[in-house]
């Protein structure tokens, strides 16, 4: 468990983290999120001691990280996988690490066979692809088999396979009892990875819920309907005190009631549906939603040069026009 207790910090004029007051329960994954610059890196380099709070505390399973003798077999993370000296091979860095915690040196071996770098165990890490230095990384953060586990932007530079690896570590890690807390920008990822949210926005809280709850408070949620027969099913709806509003292309959005009901009774007035879904927004959308007011750093799309002004490509925009929100 990880208890933050009014954690603030201030670097000269800039409040980076401010007041938080929440706690990550073991037994799940808890997804970190919260716009650039929120102050998520902060909070995960105050729990393990790397930055001094200004004020407040953070406690890990009951202890201060500076009460803690051992301090891998407690919490393991991964927040820099570059911060290694990579003139070792992997097993000498997992070996020094070990060593200085107290750890049996047949971990080392073991830990390398979890992330899958046995075969390399020997190379030097300053060859390593991106993708391996976050193995690495994890690695070093489950040598000492701790209870209390922090990613930052774990699946960074991995490729399918290795996301879907990760994505599966951390939930045994969890279902394993064990505290497992994972920042990440990747939504979707996240989505399929985390039980609870805790979400920030300019180092205060917004958000520490479910991830089911925190999509259906911060999104709209409605059933879209198409049918041959839309005037009618219209008048049915309305019959039975169910708005629908009618969409561009032709179906009928319907909110406040669920697909079971409005197949039912659509089937009930021999009514042809062609189609009948539930509409539920996205981890991205309710996220976005949520943080709009405390973005930090906006895009503004560039004007597209040329003699016809059309739809941007994805991306048009991005790394021009930096403003900061306010400035
Ligand atoms: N050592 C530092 N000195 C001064 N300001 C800092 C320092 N570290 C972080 N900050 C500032 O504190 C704020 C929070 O930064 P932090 O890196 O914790 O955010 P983040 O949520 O991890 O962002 P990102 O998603 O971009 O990684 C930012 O405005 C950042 O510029």
Known sequence: MIE?????????????????????????????????????????????????????????DGKHYRQLRDPLKVVGALLDAKAMHGGRSAYNHLLCL???????????????????????????????????????????ALLGDPQVLLFDEPVNGLDPEGIHWIRNLMKNLASQGRTVFVSSHLM????????????????????????????????????RLRSPERERLLDVLAGSGITAVPAGDGSLEVDGADGARLGELAAR????????????????????????????YHAHSAPVPGPAPG????????????????S
């Not at 007051?21 to 729990?47: D, E, Q, W, Y």
């Not at 009514?271 to 996220?287: C, D, K, M, R, Y």
């Not at 739809?311 to 306010?326: E, I, M, N, R, S």
Request: hydrophobic residues 40%; positive net charge; glycine residues 12%.
């Open 98 to 140: 070990a060593q200085s915690n107290g750890i049996p040196r047949a971990r080392v071996a073991e830990v390398l066979d979890t992330v899958g770098l046995t075969s390399v165990a020997k190379k030097r890490s300053k060859g390593f692809s991106l993708g391996m230095g976050q193995r690495l990384g994890i690695a070093g």
């Open 4 to 60: 933050l207790q009014g954690l603030t910090k201030r670097y000269g004029d800039k409040l980076a983290v401010d007041g938080l007051t929440c706690t990550v329960r073991p037994g799940i994954v808890t997804g970190f999120l919260g716009p650039n610059g929120a102050g998520k890196s902060t909070t995960m380099r105050m729990m393990l001691d790397l930055d001094r709070p200004t004020a407040g505390s953070v406690h890990l």
């Open 269 to 296: 007035h021999q009514i042809v549906l062609h189609e009948l879904s539930p509409q539920q927004a996205s981890l991205e959308e309710a996220f976005m939603q949520l943080t709009a007011e405390s973005v930090e």
């Open 188 to 223: 979707s990822e996240m989505a399929l990875t985390a039980e609870h949210l805790i979400v920030i926005g300019q180092g205060r809280l917004l958000a520490d819920t479910s991830m089911a709850d925190f999509i259906a408070q911060n999104s709209r949620s409605y059933v």
């Open 311 to 326: 739809p941007q490509p994805p991306g048009a925009g991005w790394g021009t026009d930096w403003q900061k929100k306010g």
